[in-house]
């Protein structure tokens, strides 16, 4: 745990509690706080009830393990509420209105980071967990054509990669899982890799359903967020239907090491911008369909491995093991503009620069990602 995590926890853990004590002493501090962020005003927003419902099914007094357990929801038809999911004395789960919001726009980073900021304060615990659930296009620019959004849709507004990093604050969440399409994109995870520890998401779409919360909701709260078996509850869920619901791609990304990542990627792609421009990328493994039109995120191993000598391919292969430390893909990705085989999957995906979409590449200048790599 880094310092600045310490001494915020300590500072909480030395509040009153203002619930459920007696008066004989302060509760104890519960293990982990999970926050539930559903940015559902826009398309989803059905979803987000019978998400809801399931994780009320999927949470006991077992289940929650004395954590803290906290929605966020912004559905279309109503104000937005902060709702606690919590274990009552006879072992009842109850859904609680903490708080109502005025009508406001979930997708604006500094609603988002109040609301962090609130459930921090009011509910300390030893570590902090998010989900992030809403629309999703990893770093793409919401107003490169109707529909697309990096993160997080409320009505017409969307929130960009770099809203959302300056939304979470650094090194409080042990992990952020995406129940958001394509957001396991290494530009994603480069911009949020001081914002948690982890980052479980999918770089392909994420069927609407989302996450199947009921089987999921105890392995928030064991003593070490068991992410990895949330990631092969996730695609197992999907492996096991058919036709095009039999959809999940999903990896686990170990943040700390995505430095060490950049550097390697830069020694093999800084100077080659013309050699990437005129790379085949009709043969490049594809993991995105945002429209017929083009394609602008690939495979990142298949990308790097087309420009990469053979002792900086084995270099790189060690580092993204290291980076990526669980992934999983069905055979088909299932999206709603079609359907795309997985023959290659490193567990993340890459913008690749190319002719045609000159803005796209200008915007692209302003990552993170490519300024550690490509300057």
């Not at 109040?114 to 998010?130: D, I, K, R, W």
């Not at 869920?237 to 036709?243: A, E, N, R, S």
Request: proline share 5%; charged share 20%.
């Amino acid at each position: 745990m880094n310092n600045i995590r310490r001494i915020l926890i300590g500072l909480l853990c030395c509040m009153p509690f203002l619930w459920g004590c007696s008066n004989e002493g302060p509760c104890p501090t519960p293990g982990r706080t999970v926050l539930i962020y559903m940015a559902a005003d826009n398309s989803l927003s059905s979803f987000s009830y019978k998400n809801l419902e399931s994780i009320v099914k999927g949470s006991s007094a077992a289940a929650l393990n004395g954590g803290n357990l906290l929605v966020y929801l912004d559905a279309s038809d109503a104000a937005p509420q902060l709702l606690q999911i919590k274990a009552k004395s006879d072992g009842t789960i109850q859904k609680l209105a903490i708080k109502d919001y005025p009508e406001q726009n979930s997708a604006d980073p500094i609603v988002m980071r109040g609301v962090f900021e609130s459930v921090v304060s009011e509910f300390p615990a030893e570590s902090y967990g998010l989900v992030l659930w809403s629309h999703g296009t990893a770093w793409l620019p919401y107003n490169v054509q109707p529909m697309l959004r990096s993160f997080g849709q409320d009505e017409t507004s969307w929130m960009e990669i770099d809203e959302l990093a300056e939304a979470i604050p650094d090194h409080v969440f042990d992990f952020i899982l995406f129940d958001a399409c394509y957001m396991a994109s290494t530009e994603v995870v480069y911009a949020l890799r001081n914002k948690a520890d982890y980052i479980l998401a999918s770089p392909t779409e994420v069927l609407a359903e989302g996450f199947p919360y009921k089987l999921i909701m105890a392995d928030f709260f064991t003593q070490k967020a068991g992410l990895q078996q949330i990631g092969e509850k996730f695609y197992t869920y999907y492996d096991k239907l058919t036709g095009l619901n039999r959809s999940a791609s999903v990896s686990l990304i170990n943040t700390s090491k995505l430095d060490e990542l950049a550097a390697v990627c830069s020694e093999i792609v800084k100077g080659k911008e013309q050699t990437i421009a005129s790379l085949p990328v009709n043969e490049l493994q594809q993991l995105e369909y945002l429209g017929n039109t083009y394609h602008a995120l690939y495979d990142l191993d298949d990308f790097i491995g087309r420009l990469a000598t053979e002792p900086q391919y084995t270099n790189f292969k060690k580092v993204l093991d290291e980076v990526v430390i669980y992934k999983q893909t069905t055979p088909m990705a299932t999206y709603a503009k079609g359907s795309i085989y997985i023959n290659r999957y490193s567990g993340l995906s890459i913008y690749v620069p190319q002719a045609g979409l000159e803005q796209l590449n200008e915007w692209y200048k302003g990552m993170d990602w490519y300024k550690v790599t490509y300057q």
